[in-house]
């Protein structure tokens, strides 16, 4: 069952109307309300307008100007503007809508909560770099863009908390949902109800900006929720049982429900996780907090702590911390978003949620810009002496990739779209191939059309890239994740030939919180721990440990590099799936590849999944099975038939309710029983995330809308785009290969030659 938007909380379909009025109407009205309120606090409620002001200057500990005030922030260069604080351009005249005394009382704590924080940023300990701890914040990069933001968000929540208590007090109607703008979120980040000049456009926005007339989706802005959230205290703390005592450390749960059992799926290829991975940086990449200038925060002793630090609790006994006597993981928060709502903490997408090839090119136009060559359309690149072409070298000495060894050799870790890019070689040789399929079809392009620029070279690319990147997901990923018959009953499956006409700009695109921070995690059960690697030169075949290909992606300078990593992604099987994850996952993640550690000190991916599940509030499993249509257990024996029954034992043993069951684990212990590989639950949530990134995609690749649309001509080209054919035109050495690279060879899928796999033409796009 696909599920629908029904949470009030954020983004409704009816969102309330706002009126704007002029600067002359508000001095009229402000005076009007002056003097009314002064002859009621005259002849009526001088004793509530006390506890009105007693409740607001409690909290915030300030006075505050009742007209305008101002606050210039300096430290750190996290923000630099000036603050007045006056009421936004909108009138929300829904029944929530904030007074001017609920509202100048959140401007006051906001201001507090956002001076206290940035203190706070000034006094954070650093993590040591380079350490498997800093490798993993720099995984989850943040820009310094978005740490603006996230003060933003800070300060809203500090808004919501003094006004919901006041109204309580005073026993009035919840303020959630209201509208709020204080100006905090700069940039324009109050998008949705703003009014952005938006023209018709052939291409896309790098940001996802102008696809949709309320901005869904777009790059900088919060994950939608399809359940309200589940904080601790219901604002922003994270989770909890619902006895309200702690939930079981995640580190606890990842040892006993998620140990290693190696499998193996032999239906299907590592390159399936592979591309997910890379597809999945493209539409969600998390906030997460941080220090002055975007430095990262340590969490765990000798650290002195921050509001923002949530470390997975580490028992005695444990297999890989008592070695360092550690007593915690480090773990920080992800980053609050700015929703110029007054409501619970949400999450920050850096991202846009559109399938555009952002992870290619940049979200930002400025990111862009920087990977572009200025020639002939193409993306910028280095060239190796022996002429072949790999990703521009990082420029960032601090990304806990680059070595000073591999440097002096003249080797460095590379820059792409997204800054995630190095975490593992298959993944940087996924995004290699995607940038040489562009350069590939700009050239093409420039041969067929000479008289195009740079500019209409780059962005027809880049708009051919971004069509073949939507297809081989819902072509060729999809359909073995959620099962063909997942796909046929809701609404997946491609056309064949013709425009597909189901785009509904009702639709949000955007992004759910369950989807980026629990369901499209479930790949890093499907990695064995050792991958067979064939040395293509040289005929012979290792194995490596997985943890040893993380932030290691030098062998790419290697003449046989991308053939030898191709080879392994289409040639290693995944694991089934289950709750098990191979320990270098649980165990050695993001140590030092190079490095001979006697003593282990990698973090548990499995643990930080969980704990990142807890962060941003997601309800416990349970809820999210009634939210998909499936039975709601009252008791651990109502999942006998739905969970493995191992996985169950442990679960039952390690949390007091059945409703505390992290989502995570719970969703993964799921007996599949759709065709695809995931339970119904996942199924369900992907489902929905699929559907709606297609539905709310004005830009989706077979729409009929002009002016974007491609031609029927050139989409029937498009629909001959294979991920096999793009790795035999961009790969070295690649000669054979299955035509359908994520299922393993067999009598329907056997290896072939590249000449025979059917690939596009681009000869329709000839002017």
């Known amino acids: 069952m696909v599920i629908t938007e029904r949470t009030p909380l954020t983004r409704p379909t009816d969102s309330p109307n706002y009126t704007e009025f002029s600067n002359i109407l508000r001095t009229r009205t402000s005076r009007v309300r002056n003097f009314q309120c002064c002859v009621c606090a005259m002849l009526l409620a001088l004793c509530m307008m006390a506890l009105v002001v007693t409740i607001s200057y409690s909290v915030n500990h300030t006075t505050e100007n009742r007209n305008v005030t101002s606050l210039t922030l300096d430290s750190g260069n996290l923000l630099h ?24 009382s959140g401007i006051s704590a906001g201001h507090e909560a956002i001076k206290e924080r940035v203190t706070a940023n000034a006094g954070a300990t650093p993590l040591i770099n380079p350490s498997p701890n800093f490798r993993h914040q720099f995984a989850v990069s943040t820009s310094v863009f978005a740490g603006q933001l996230a003060l933003a968000g800070l300060a809203e929540i500090a808004a919501t908390r003094v006004i919901e208590r006041g109204r309580l007090l005073l026993g009035k109607q919840s303020s959630i949902g209201a509208y709020f703008d204080s100006g905090w979120a700069l940039d324009g980040r109050c998008k949705e109800f703003g009014n952005i000049t938006c023209l018709k456009s052939k291409y896309r926005t790098y940001d996802g900006t102008c696809n949709h007339k309320r901005q869904w989706g777009s790059a900088f802005s919060p994950f939608k929720r399809s359940l309200p959230p589940d904080y601790g205290d219901g604002l922003s703390s994270p989770r909890k049982g619902k006895s309200g005592k702690s939930l079981p450390s995640a580190r606890e749960v990842s040892l006993r429900v998620h140990s290693p059992s190696p499998s193996s799926n032999p239906s299907f290829t590592v390159m399936l996780a592979v591309f997910g991975q890379f597809f999945d940086h493209d539409i969600t990449a998390t906030a997460i907090s941080q220090g002055t200038n975007g430095s990262s925060i340590a969490c765990c002793p000798p650290a002195t702590g921050h509001p923002e630090c949530f470390p997975v609790r580490v028992g005695p006994g444990d297999p890989v911390y008592d070695a360092t006597n550690s007593t915690c993981m480090e ?145 060729e990923f999809l359909p073995i994740v959620l099962g063909e018959t997942a796909i046929d ?53 290792s194995y490596t440990e997985l943890h040893k290909m993380l932030f290691n992606p030098y062998s790419l300078y290697k003449s046989s590099g991308v053939e030898d990593s191709v080879s392994s992604a289409t040639a290693n099987f995944i694991q089934k799936t289950s709750t098990h994850v191979t320990s270098q996952l649980t165990r050695y993640m993001f140590e030092d590849p190079v490095a001979n550690n006697s003593i282990p000190c990698g973090l548990d991916l499995v643990s930080l999944n969980i704990q990142r599940g807890r962060d941003h509030g997601l309800d416990g499993y349970p809820a999210w099975r009634e939210r998909c249509g499936l039975s709601r257990p009252a008791k651990f024996s109502d999942l006998k038939d739905d969970l493995d029954a191992d996985a169950l034992a442990e679960i039952s043993k390690l949390y007091m309710s059945v409703d505390d069951i992290d989502l995570y684990s719970g969703a993964l212990a799921e007996l599949p029983k759709t065709g695809g590989l995931l339970g119904p639950t996942f199924t369900c949530l992907i489902t929905d995330q699929f559907t709606r990134l297609r539905q ?52 329907n899928n056997p290896a072939m030659s590249c000449v025979d796999i059917l690939g596009p033409s681009l000869d329709k796009w000839k002017e």
């Open 81 to 104: 503007s000036t603050w007045n604080l006056v009421r936004a351009e909108f009138v929300d005249t829904n029944v929530t809508a904030l007074t001017d005394s609920e509202w100048q």
């Open 331 to 475: 773990f920080v928060r992800s980053a609050p978003a700015p929703q110029c709502r007054i409501g619970p903490r949400q999450q920050l997408n850096q991202v846009s949620a559109f399938i555009d090839a952002s992870v290619v090119y940049g979200a930002t136009e400025p990111s862009a810009q920087y990977l572009r060559e200025g020639v002939g359309g193409r993306l910028k690149m280095q060239v190796t002496p022996d002429n072949r072409t790999l990703l521009p070298p990082s420029e960032n000495p601090n990304d806990g990739c680059n070595r000073i060894l591999e440097n002096l050799r003249g080797r460095y870790c590379f820059a792409s779209g997204d800054a995630r890019a190095n975490e593992n070689l298959h993944l940087t040789t996924m995004h290699l191939l995607w940038a040489r399929q562009h350069n590939r079809i700009a050239d093409t392009l420039a041969r067929i059309n000479p008289q195009w620029n740079d500019e209409k070279l780059y962005q027809e690319a880049r708009r051919i890239v971004g069509a073949q990147l939507q297809h081989i997901a819902y072509n």
């Open 489 to 541: 009953e809701k609404g997946l499956k491609l056309r064949n030939n013709g425009y597909w006409k189901g785009y509904d700009s009702k639709v949000d695109p955007a992004i759910a919180n369950e989807f980026a921070a629990a369901a499209f995690r479930f790949a890093h059960t499907l990695l064995p721990g050792l991958m067979k690697i064939t040395d293509a030169a040289k005929g012979t075949s």
């Open 696 to 747: 709310g995609d004005r830009y989706w690749y077979e729409t009929d809308e002009a002016p974007q649309a491609f031609t029927k001509d050139q989409l029937q080209e498009i629909r001959k785009t294979s991920l096999a054919k793009l790795i035999c035109e961009c790969s070295d050495g690649i000669v054979k290969i299955q035509a359908e690279v994520m299922r393993a060879r067999g009598p």
